[in-house]
């Protein structure tokens, strides 16, 4: 059997909000409750369970490979909601996208203030 990432818990200060907030900017179906969490589900198998955290939340990253169609779909959301996002993880260059093996890509923050990146390359050196 090959391992395989099968989900994660997002800490969130409002998991419904944090998850309503990625299933309508990637264009994925609404999460659905799972047991104490907000179940997001990915085409690859893998979700998101979105967790309501006590106290502050830490900063986590996630990146999501889109095609360039969903892409385009995701970033006229971004842009349509006057969210700020950036061309690097460090937020130096503001409403710029990247260029990186032949994709696209930029980074913007979810409510609870994770950093999320949308992507159109895939990264093939884990496989």
Request: charged residues 20%; without cysteine; glycine residues 10%.
């Amino acid at each position: 059997m090959a391992i395989e990432l099968n989900h994660t818990i997002v800490w969130s200060g409002d998991k419904v909000a944090s998850a309503d907030f990625l299933t309508t900017i990637l264009g994925l179906p609404d999460a659905v409750a799972g047991g104490h969490f907000q179940v997001v589900g990915l085409a690859n198998g893998v979700s998101l369970d979105f967790a309501d955290a006590d106290g502050k939340v830490s900063m986590q990253h996630y990146a999501f490979s889109l095609s360039e169609a969903e892409f385009d779909a995701a970033f006229a959301r971004i842009r349509a909601r006057g969210l700020d996002y950036w061309a690097d993880p460090a937020r130096s260059r503001s409403h710029e996208i990247y260029h990186h093996q032949g994709g696209r890509g930029l980074y913007f923050r979810d409510p609870s203030g994770h950093l999320l990146e949308i992507l159109t390359w895939r990264n093939d050196s884990a496989a």
